[in-house]
């Protein structure tokens, strides 16, 4: 059965194509930095923004209209995995993401479920073989349900704890069986709404023991795909665990976690965190904790998740910085946890949004690529902290100094003077280096 009549195979094209269904920059087989795009990017496509999505809102039912839409059931989960594979091919993309629910509906028992999940995971190891497409992650859905209304590993219901190791358990067998490269674990639910009552360490306790399981039993049945966690500040929780990349990586590091997990960042989670995208992927780098991401991009007049396919080069850039620094996202990729606008509603729509953002990156990469090969950032950077390479301050990082050597120094200053920071300098440059991108230099 044919989903998408009216795509054919999207092809690179170049600038100058005026195809809505073609790559304007991105080019799957060209070589920047050693690697190929399709190779270094890695982009995934999230099952559940493309295949599951109806486009509700708090404010209306769904838009969207799919060709899958007259299926029940099963039916429908099997519907889905050939309108995934035939998106997946058309699309030319290597790699896609999923939740447990995404795939299967739930049983009326977690027998039931599990039985479900078993058959759609059989169909779509089947059309793995002929696909050249991989399964970048999976991970389990603990917050939709009415279960989880408290939480999953956080819950203060130790039937719902015991409930979300098991669905836990069976992602990983999944994930091992379809060869997964990653788990993913996003605490939706893991947080509270308010102090008042809600025992803090507990909850937090218990979710580094569950966390300790799940390494546990992923030695135990020899799945060795990356761990991560996605952070995210609120919604839907008032305050989730799991807030940014900083407090995660402390809570990783107090439960002695750190070396099993890495970070899946996401653009609007960084968003509403307060931060910029590039901060969290910093953070994440400079700490050796960078491993996926999710790539979107939100609202600027929106408080909330808005997950909007990722357009804007100038973030892109600075994301693709990032992960040039980082030598690659190695098992990682770029995962579109994205959706169409809810005027978006035709299946094309679909193409085209993932289409805008594969080329938004591929400009992201070619730009920050040249700005790495120029030294353009590490230049100024170095010279604004060139302080540091001698006297004093290399006693300082050198950990010679101590306060009475750094107030005798003190003692002997005169006037001490600053250099600018020149940010409107390098900001200008990074425009620079997008415009020569966009004339073809």
């Not at 087989?29 to 190929?36: A, D, H, V, Y």
């Not at 059309?127 to 917050?143: E, G, P, R």
């Not at 050796?288 to 990722?310: C, I, K, R, Y």
Request: one cysteine or more; glycine letters at 10%; charged letters at 25%.
């Amino acid at each position: 059965m044919t989903m998408f009549k009216s795509v054919e195979a999207v092809k690179y094209e170049g600038p100058q194509s005026t195809n809505p269904h073609a790559f304007k920059f991105y080019d799957p087989q060209e070589k920047i930095g050693g690697k190929t795009m399709e190779e270094y990017l890695r982009f995934g496509v999230a099952y559940w923004h493309t295949f599951t999505e109806d486009l509700s809102d708090p404010f209306g039912t769904g838009t969207a209209n799919r060709p899958w839409d007259n299926f029940k059931g099963m039916d429908l989960a099997k519907a889905r995995v050939e309108a995934a594979f035939e998106f997946f091919e058309k699309l030319g993309v290597p790699y896609f993401c999923f939740h447990d629910v995404d795939i299967a509906p739930e049983g009326d028992s977690l027998k039931e479920t599990y039985r479900n999940l078993d058959e759609i995971t059989g169909m779509i190891k089947e059309y793995m073989k002929d696909s050249k497409t991989k399964l970048l992650w999976n991970t389990a859905n603990n917050f939709t349900n009415p279960r989880f209304v408290h939480g999953a590993a956080s819950s203060s219901n130790a039937d719902v704890f015991a409930y979300s190791a098991a669905k836990v358990k069976k992602g990983l067998e999944i994930g091992k069986e379809l060869g997964a490269e990653n788990y993913v674990f996003w605490g939706g639910r893991e947080g509270y709404e308010t102090l008042l009552n809600t025992d803090l360490k507990l909850e937090l306790d218990n979710l580094g023991r569950f966390f300790h399981m799940a390494v546990d039993y992923a030695k135990e049945i020899g799945f060795d795909a990356q761990f991560l966690i996605e952070p995210k500040p609120k919604e839907p929780t008032s305050h989730q665990y799991d807030f940014d990349v900083a407090s995660g990586y402390a809570f990783l590091q107090h439960y002695g976690l750190q070396d099993h997990f890495k970070f899946n960042i996401e653009a609007n989670h960084a968003t509403l965190a307060g931060h910029t995208f590039e901060h969290e992927l910093r953070y994440a780098r400079t700490h050796g904790m960078l491993g996926s991401v999710d790539a979107n991009q939100g609202h600027p007049l929106l408080g909330w998740d808005t997950d909007e396919f990722p357009t804007d080069l100038y973030s892109t850039t600075l994301a693709m910085y990032e992960i040039i620094k980082n030598g690659g996202l190695g098992s990682g990729g770029l995962n579109f946890d994205a959706k169409v606008r809810r005027g978006s509603f035709e299946p094309e729509d679909l193409f085209e949004a993932h289409i805008a953002g594969m080329d938004a990156f591929a400009v992201g990469m070619k730009v920050a690529q040249k700005l790495v090969d120029d030294n353009v950032m590490e230049d100024l950077v170095a010279n604004r902290y060139k302080s540091y390479t001698e006297g004093i301050g290399k006693d300082i990082v050198d950990g010679k100094a101590g306060f009475k050597q750094l107030e005798d120094h003190a003692l002997g200053l005169g006037e001490i003077k600053n250099q600018s920071g020149k940010q409107e300098r390098i900001k200008a440059v990074i425009n620079q280096y997008l415009l020569r991108a966009y004339a073809g230099e």
